[in-house]
């Protein structure tokens, strides 16, 4: 037996009045609603928030999104992964699935962070980095500035190049009914936003927000119709960014995921036909296309400028218009990011629609690369 | 001089405090080093976390004995390939200081 994505919900993204409770609970009800009615009664609830406490004002996420879904006897599990949490709610509900214990897992993940002031939630993610960095007033836009500029210069790349990546996500997200900022900017636009952290400005940072999404799994035949999970892969690397014993140009996490769900799935990389990749910074992505293998180090660029990743393009990437469009509740990302991949695949993305792809990839980054996750899926059938 | 925490078994360099290596499990030493580097990269933060004033500055810096480590500065942003060294603080905080000063 194989899992299988049964049915998927996503909330609009951006500032919401409700609690994360609701939030999490308003995409479980849409997957629930978009599902088979043999699929229907999940026997297990795994919920994803990275900081549900500080950022959401609330805990025992678990029994509380039951209840709002009138799920009194689900078995509920909590999951968090800093950045990447909603992609390991998915990797924790589908080993549950495929444990062989359940046979219709329920995820549901998501963060409401902008119940506090942009400080404060700064403050907050900062945690997730080493106790060394917090205390010397490390935050998460300034260390990842400190790995783009580094990205930058030893690829010889200009940070005003990089606005190629915000212009064409934005662009995508501009057909995205669910995303924070659904219109499109020029390169002029983004090199005098704002200054956030030195290099990168504000249209080079995905923004704090409030969202949620869930899947629903279920097991079934191999050869089965529907998409279905071909491989998962996770990787970690040093906590510490300046200890790792090799140039921040990368991350080492990553490309241990993508070697593992690439074995597990048994595919190459020449086999993805579509892609959402962490792009909660801007250089953040080429350096993704670069750890997945889509092409050499410091080509990503080069491959982006090129129109490979563009809708039409060989290789589609971020067709949601990525975390820079859609925004970054960090429990959300990494679940809205195989949502959208599911729906590339079933043919149901609307405008956002990249051809026909029969196999795709999700990539998650936890933290500042210190555990990151990697998602095949494939469609089935006809 | 700053004294940073070095792994006999893979040479790597960490934060002082930790017993054994994160990546090996190796006995952690403490290592004491001049403090003279290179700066790899630097950034002002211009939106830093709650308590933390503005523009707030961080470096990576390359040890000549060994190790990149994160320092913060106060007096100016050096450019990446400028010399100095790293001290430590009254609150323990490792702080650039460009060269001669």
């Known amino acids: ?382 | 001089m700053i004294t940073v925490a070095s792994c006999p078994v893979c040479s790597l360099t960490f934060p002082p405090g930790g017993a054994i290596c994160p990546r090996c499990g190796g006995p952690l030493t403490p290592s004491p080093r001049e403090g003279n580097g290179r700066v790899l990269a630097a950034t002002e933060l211009y939106a830093p976390a709650a308590g933390w004033a503005s523009l707030h500055r961080l470096l990576l810096v390359e040890l000549e004995e060994g190790g990149t480590v994160l320092a913060t500065a106060h007096q100016r942003l050096p450019r990446p390939g400028e010399v100095g060294v790293v001290r430590e603080d009254v609150e323990h905080r490792w702080v650039w200081h460009p060269a001669g000063d």
């Open chain 1, 1 to 382: 037996m194989t899992v299988a994505i049964a049915s998927t919900g996503l909330t609009r993204f951006g500032k919401r009045s409700e609690p994360l409770d609701a939030l999490l609970a308003e995409a479980a009800r849409k997957a629930l609603e978009a599902a088979p009615s043999s699929a229907r009664g999940p026997q297990a609830l795994v919920v994803g928030a990275m900081a549900a406490s500080p950022l959401g004002h609330t805990e025992s996420l678990g029994p509380k999104v039951a209840n709002l879904l009138a799920l009194p006897e689900v078995d509920v599990t909590h999951v968090e992964a800093a950045s990447a949490t909603g992609a390991a709610a998915f990797h924790v509900g589908v080993q549950l699935a495929s444990s062989g214990r359940y046979d219709r897992v329920l995820v549901t993940s998501g963060e409401k962070m902008t119940a506090l002031t942009n400080p404060d939630a700064t403050a907050m993610l900062a945690r997730s980095l080493s106790n060394h960095e917090a205390a010397h007033g490390a935050t998460m836009p300034s260390m990842a500035a400190l790995v783009s500029q580094v990205y930058l210069f030893r690829h010889g790349l200009t940070i005003e190049d990089v606005a190629e990546v915000t212009v064409r996500n934005r662009a995508n997200g501009s057909k995205n009914p669910n995303a924070q900022f659904q219109t499109p900017v020029t390169p002029e636009e983004v090199n005098s936003s704002r200054m956030v952290s030195d290099p990168l400005r504000l249209l080079h940072v995905s923004a704090v927000s409030d969202g949620a999404g869930a899947v629903l799994l279920t097991r079934t035949a191999p050869e089965g119709e529907g998409v279905r999970v071909l491989g998962l892969g996770q990787g970690t690397d040093l906590l510490e960014v300046a200890s790792r014993p090799t140039e921040p140009v990368g991350f080492l996490a990553t490309r241990r995921a993508a070697r593992a769900a690439y074995d597990e799935a048994h595919i190459g990389r020449k086999e993805v036909q579509v892609a959402e990749v962490h792009d909660a910074f801007a250089p953040f992505q080429l350096i993704d296309l670069e750890d997945l293998g889509f092409c050499g180090s410091g080509g990503g660029l080069a491959w982006t400028r090129a129109g490979r990743g563009d809708p039409s393009g060989v290789l589609p990437v971020n067709p949601s218009g990525g975390l820079l469009a859609r925004g970054h509740p960090v429990g959300a990302s990494g679940i809205a990011q195989i949502i959208e991949v599911d729906r590339q695949l079933r043919g149901e993305a609307g405008p956002m629609q990249a051809g026909r792809p029969r196999v795709g990839l999700a990539q998650s980054v936890g933290g500042l690369g210190s555990h990151n996750f990697v998602t095949i899926l494939g469609k089935g059938g006809p």
